[in-house]
C-alpha cells in the first residue's frame, strides 16, 4: 500500500482508529491460531460515516478489505492473507446500543456491540436477548450476524439470522444501505438484509442491526441428566417436547472426554454427579408467563426418563448458582480442548433422527485412519448439530497429530455426515478454512448463483477476498 493511502485513513478515523504495528499483531491471528496475517493498515472506524469512507478509498485503490469483530470465528474469516496488502477493518468502536424499545421488542445496536454487552441492554428492560455462546464475552453482534451464529438456544429462538428485523451495511464501495427497519412484517420485494447475513464479510460490511427481543423468562429449570447413548439422547429430547412443550430453550449433548477436558483445564469446575458417565445431557426449560408448573414438569420429565431407561442418574439444578456452574461444564468444553492442545474441529449437521448413525459413523472413520486419536464429541443436539472433534493420541504432540492426520480424520467425519445428506458447518461458517470444501461440495448451480450474488455486489472482487468463495 502507498503511504498516500494510509496517510489518507488517518485523516478519516484518526489516529485513536488507526492501530500502530506493534499493537497490530492481536488482530491478525486467528482465535485457533491457525492462520497469521498481515496487512497494510489494521483500522477501526469510530461510525458509520468513518466506516462507509474508509470502505470508498479502499474500493477506489483496489485494495482488499477484512473485517474484523470479535475475532473468535472459528475458520479464519476475519484474518487477511500473508500479502500484506489488504485493511483490516476492525468494527470494535461502532459499540454503541443505539435503542432498546420494549414495547416493540427491538434493540438497535451496532455491530461492535459485544454480545454480552447486547444481552444486557436488554436485560436491563427487562427483557431477552437469545443468542447465547459460550464466546458471548468477546464476539460481536456484526460477527454473530456475518457468521449466522448458532450457539446455545437455537432449539428455541433460531439462529442469529432469525433474531433480525433490520441491519444497516455498508456496501463494498462505501455506500450506506440503510435497512435499518424494526418491521416483522414487510414484503416490498427481495428481503436484501438475507444476503448479508452468514455472508462472512463477503459482501459489504454491517455496521449496524435491529434484533428481536423477548419476554424474560420468570423460571428457568436446568438439568444435568446421565444418558445411556446418544439414541436414547435423542429420544428424550422427544419425550422433553412431548412431556414439557415448546419451553424446551436448549438441549446439548457432552459425552465424558469432552466434560473430562472442561474439568481438567478449570480447577474450579466439578464432575455434577456421584458417578462417572459416558453421555450426557444438558436441558434447559424456560418459561415467561404461567411459570408455577416448569418445575414440576421438569421433575416429572426426570422420572419417566429414569423409568424409560433413556437417562441412568441427573440433578436438577437447585439455585441459580447451581445452574451456571451446570452450563460452565458444557461452555468450558472449547477452552479445555485448547488446553489440551486444541482439536481438529467438526461442525457438522445431520436431521435428529440421523444424528446416533452419524456419531457411530464418524468414529468408525476416524478410528480407521487415526486409530489411538480420542474423540471429544458435544454439540447441540436439539438443532442436529454435532462437534465431533479429534485429539492426538494421549502423549503424542497435538501439531504434529494434526500435520500428520488432520486432513484425513476431517475427511472422515466430513465424509460420514455426507452420506447422512449432512453439512460440514452447521454454524462456524465457511471462512477460508472451508472454502475449498464448498467448492468441492455444492452443486454447480448453487455455486453460480453465489457467485452471481457476488459479482453484483463485489464487482471488483475487494471485500474479504479469499473467504467462502
Ligand atoms: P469474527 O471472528 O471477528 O468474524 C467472523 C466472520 O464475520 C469473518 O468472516 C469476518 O470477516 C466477518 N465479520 C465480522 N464482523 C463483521 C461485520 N460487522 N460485517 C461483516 N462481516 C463481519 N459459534 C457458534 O455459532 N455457536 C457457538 O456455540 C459458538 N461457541 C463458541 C465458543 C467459543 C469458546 C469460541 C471461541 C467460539 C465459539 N463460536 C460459536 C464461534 C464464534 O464465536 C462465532 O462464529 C461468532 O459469531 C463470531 O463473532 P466475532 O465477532 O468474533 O466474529
Ligand atoms: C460450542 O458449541 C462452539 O461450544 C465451539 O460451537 C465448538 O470448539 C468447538 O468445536
Ligand atoms: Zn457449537
Known amino acids: 500500500m502507498d503511504a498516500g493511502l494510509r496517510e489518507r485513513l488517518l485523516g478519516i478515523v484518526g489516529p485513536q482508529g488507526l492501530v500502530d504495528d506493534a499493537a497490530a499483531e492481536r488482530y491478525l491471528t486467528d482465535e485457533r491460531n491457525r492462520y497469521h496475517g498481515r496487512a497494510a493498515a489494521v483500522v477501526l472506524p469510530g461510525s458509520t460515516r468513518e466506516l462507509a469512507a474508509v470502505m470508498a478509498l479502499c474500493h477506489a485503490a483496489d485494495v482488499g478489505m477484512v473485517p474484523q469483530g470479535g475475532n473468535t470465528g472459528y475458520c479464519g474469516g476475519a484474518t487477511p492473507n500473508a500479502s500484506g496488502e489488504e485493511v483490516l477493518i476492525v468494527l470494535s468502536r461502532l459499540n454503541r446500543v443505539r435503542a432498546v424499545d420494549p414495547l416493540s421488542g427491538t434493540i438497535t445496536v451496532e455491530a461492535g456491540v459485544v454480545l454480552a454487552d447486547a444481552q444486557r441492554a436488554a436485560a436491563e428492560h427487562g427483557l431477552l ?173 426426570f422420572e419417566s426418563a429414569l423409568e424409560a431407561g433413556l437417562a441412568e442418574d441427573g440433578v436438577i439444578a437447585a439455585t441459580g448458582v447451581h445452574r451456571a456452574a451446570l452450563w460452565a461444564l458444557r461452555e468450558n468444553v472449547p477452552a479445555g480442548e485448547k488446553a489440551a492442545g486444541g482439536s481438529v474441529k467438526h461442525d457438522v449437521s445431520v436431521a435428529i433422527a440421523r444424528l446416533p448413525e452419524l456419531a457411530a459413523r464418524a468414529a468408525a472413520a476416524v478410528a480407521a485412519v487415526a486409530p489411538a486419536a480420542r474423540l471429544s464429541v458435544y454439540g447441540h443436539i436439539g438443532d442436529g448439530n454435532l462437534h465431533f472433534n479429534v485429539l492426538a493420541p494421549a502423549g503424542a504432540d497435538p501439531e504434529a497429530f494434526r500435520a500428520a492426520h488432520g486432513e484425513a480424520v476431517s475427511a472422515a467425519v466430513h465424509g460420514a455426515a455426507a452420506a447422512l445428506a449432512g453439512s460440514f458447518s452447521a454454524e462456524h461458517g465457511v471462512g477460508q478454512l472451508k472454502r475449498d470444501l464448498l467448492a468441492a461440495t455444492e452443486s454447480s448451480l448453487a455455486l453460480e448463483i453465489m457467485r452471481g450474488i457476488k459479482h453484483v455486489l463485489d464487482p471488483k472482487g475487494v471485500m474479504n477476498p479469499g473467504k467462502v468463495l
Open 129 to 301: 436477548l437469545p443468542l447465547s455462546m459460550g464466546s458471548e464475552g468477546s464476539c460481536q453482534i456484526g460477527g454473530n450476524l456475518s457468521t449466522n451464529a448458532g450457539g446455545l438456544a437455537v432449539l428455541r429462538y433460531g439462529t442469529a439470522r432469525e433474531l433480525v428485523l433490520g441491519l444497516e451495511v455498508v456496501l463494498p464501495d462505501g455506500r450506506i444501505w440503510d435497512g435499518l427497519t424494526a418491521l416483522r412484517k414487510d414484503n416490498t420485494g427481495y428481503d436484501l438484509k438475507q444476503l448479508f447475513l452468514g455472508a462472512e464479510g463477503t459482501l459489504g460490511i454491517i455496521s449496524a442491526a435491529v434484533l428481536k427481543l423477548f419476554p424474560m423468562p420468570a423460571a428457568r429449570e436446568t438439568a444435568w441428566l446421565a444418558v445411556r447413548d446418544l439414541e436414547a439422547a435423542c429420544a428424550l429430547l422427544r419425550l422433553a417436547r412431548q412431556v414439557v412443550g415448546d419451553v424446551v430453550t436448549s438441549f446439548e449433548y457432552v459425552t465424558r472426554p469432552s466434560l473430562e477436558l472442561a474439568l481438567a483445564a478449570m480447577s474450579r469446575l466439578r464432575d455434577p454427579l456421584d458417578a462417572a458417565y459416558e453421555h450426557y445431557v444438558l436441558l434447559e426449560c424456560s418459561a415467561s408467563g404461567a411459570t408455577g408448573a416448569l418445575g414440576e414438569a421438569v421433575s416429572g420429565l
